[in-house]
């Protein structure tokens, strides 16, 4: 998934934001560069973290031979696997 | 009485006539030997014990169906019919059906494949993929119906209902289940916009999990390019796709809690990054802070000290604040920490030290000219590092 920023690469962001700060060895300037850096990723997180329940999707291919996805219905639990 | 002259033929047909209506279909087992197979398709071989062998032939058609491939030494229990062949005069057993002495079928073939893939290296640690640890869309291959789409959905949305689920609906057994298995991971690996794969279903015998014992399945995990989790049946049951894929969860809803961390969990962890870049900021202005109050102590320079301390007031003012309020208060006296920094620096002795210059104090006072000193006395020299105490060994002119 290449889109945007991703859940994992912000994860990672925090870890070295939180490393360098406590670190002691930068400047005070690149520090409250961090901080902002590090707060407006916690607030990234947090958003997706608390994004709606997203629907399960099928993935199908097209006549054409392209994927699309389509919402799936609810698993029928009536019947053994 | 006259003798009865057979032709070679004739007493051929009648031997093989009575030996072959004398033994109709039967089951014989024994160890193989001379295994071959003919470019035809047929397989040819000794059935032998301690005491006797007898040829056997086994047709391409019913070859096959053998799940599990024949080679010397295996113990086998053959179905077969006793046939002469007539043009060499032999007799020998035609194979109708052959299994595994001891053991089922199915589980031969599944120990041999697992030898030929882990001796080709699918089963390397080297060729594992990593699982990402915070997957955002998850693919899944699966039956539409079967428990473990079930499971994997109820676990996600548990723990972390944003994330996305992508189901490529196939057959997970009888015939055919095993292609469509392997095709949907090639198909999500060209779709690519998913961050991992769980393949898999509910527990069931060894005959529902076959599709997962397939060469093709195991050879479809070994080349997706994707991470794929294997994950069939229940906790007990080891399937060849386990040991192929980069991760093996014991059961699907395992494998969907491998890959969606808990969405509280990481609340949690937001919570404790808030509260430690705070801190760490807080820390580092309290070192600034210390940092200004030793070069004022360290040194009994007469400067306009005000200054200073006006400067110093700002930043104990910045610190007071609690960490979240301080980043809009930096923001605006960022520039302005910085002045007094770069002020405090020129100011600094400790600044014209480092440049190699040395201090030279006698009874305390800074020795300013060669008329305050005589020779032999002992005077105290500070450098940018330590210092050192000196005696005088001749006066110059002062200039």
């Given at each position: 998934m290449k889109k945007g920023q991703s859940f994992e690469q912000a994860m990672n962001r925090l870890e070295e934001i939180s490393q360098s700060l406590e670190s002691?060895?930068?400047?005070l300037e690149e520090s409250i560069k961090l901080y902002e850096e590090g707060i407006k990723l916690v607030e990234f997180c947090q958003s997706k973290l608390t994004e709606a329940e997203k629907k399960v999707q099928k993935l199908t291919r097209t006549e054409e031979g392209k994927f699309e996805t389509t919402p799936l219905d609810e698993p029928d639990t009536s019947e053994a696997e | 009485m006259e003798k009865h002259i057979y032709t070679v033929t004739s007493l051929t047909r009648e031997i093989k006539q009575v030996l072959e209506t004398s033994f109709p279909r039967l089951w014989v087992e024994g160890e193989i030997s001379n295994f071959k197979q003919h470019s035809s398709g047929h397989l040819y071989f000794t059935l032998k014990d301690e005491g006797a062998q007898i040829r056997c032939a086994m047709w391409r058609f019913k070859a096959g169906e053998l799940l599990f491939r024949l080679e010397d030494g295996l113990k086998v229990i053959v179905e077969a019919d006793v046939q002469v062949y007539e043009r060499s005069g032999n007799y020998q057993l035609i194979v109708q059906q052959l299994q595994p002495a001891g053991i089922g079928d199915l589980q031969l073939a599944f120990e041999q494949l697992k030898k030929k893939l882990l001796e080709e290296g699918l089963f390397e640690e080297s060729h594992k993929k990593p699982i990402p640890l915070y997957p955002e869309r998850i693919g899944v291959i699966t039956s539409p119906t079967g428990a473990a789409i079930r499971d994997i959905i109820s676990v996600v949305s548990r723990r972390f209902p944003s994330v996305q689920i992508i189901l490529l609906p196939v057959?997970?057994?009888?015939?055919g289940a095993a292609g469509e298995i392997a095709r949907a991971i090639r198909d999500f690996n060209e779709y690519g916009q998913v961050d991992v794969l769980i393949v898999g279903r509910g527990g069931g015998s060894l005959e529902d999990l076959w599709a997962f014992n397939e060469e093709e399945v195991a050879r479809a995990i070994y080349t997706s390019k994707l991470p794929v989790i294997s994950a069939v049946g229940h906790e007990v049951d080891f399937s060849i796709s386990d040991f192929v894929a980069d991760r093996r969860a014991p059961t699907p809803s395992a494998a969907a809690e491998m890959v969606v961390r808990d969405r509280q969990e990481l609340l949690g962890v937001m919570a404790y990054y808030r509260e430690r870049f705070a801190n760490s900021l807080q820390q580092r202005i309290d070192q600034y802070r210390e940092a200004i109050k030793s070069i004022l102590r360290s040194y009994a320079f007469r400067r306009p000290e005000d200054i200073i301390f006006q400067k110093m007031q700002r930043l104990d003012e910045i610190s007071r604040n609690t960490a979240v309020a301080m980043l809009h208060q930096l923001e605006m006296k960022n520039q302005r920490i910085s002045n007094i920094r770069q002020q405090l620096r020129a100011l600094s002795p400790l600044e014209v030290l480092r440049r190699g210059y040395s201090i030279c104090y006698k009874d305390g006072q800074v020795v300013?000219?060669?008329?305050?000193l005589k020779t032999l006395d002992i005077v105290q020299v500070k450098l940018s590092k330590g210092q050192f105490l000196s005696q005088v060994q001749m006066l110059g002119e002062s200039e």
């Open positions: 002691g060895d930068i400047p | 057959r997970v057994q009888g015939e300013k000219n060669v008329k305050q």
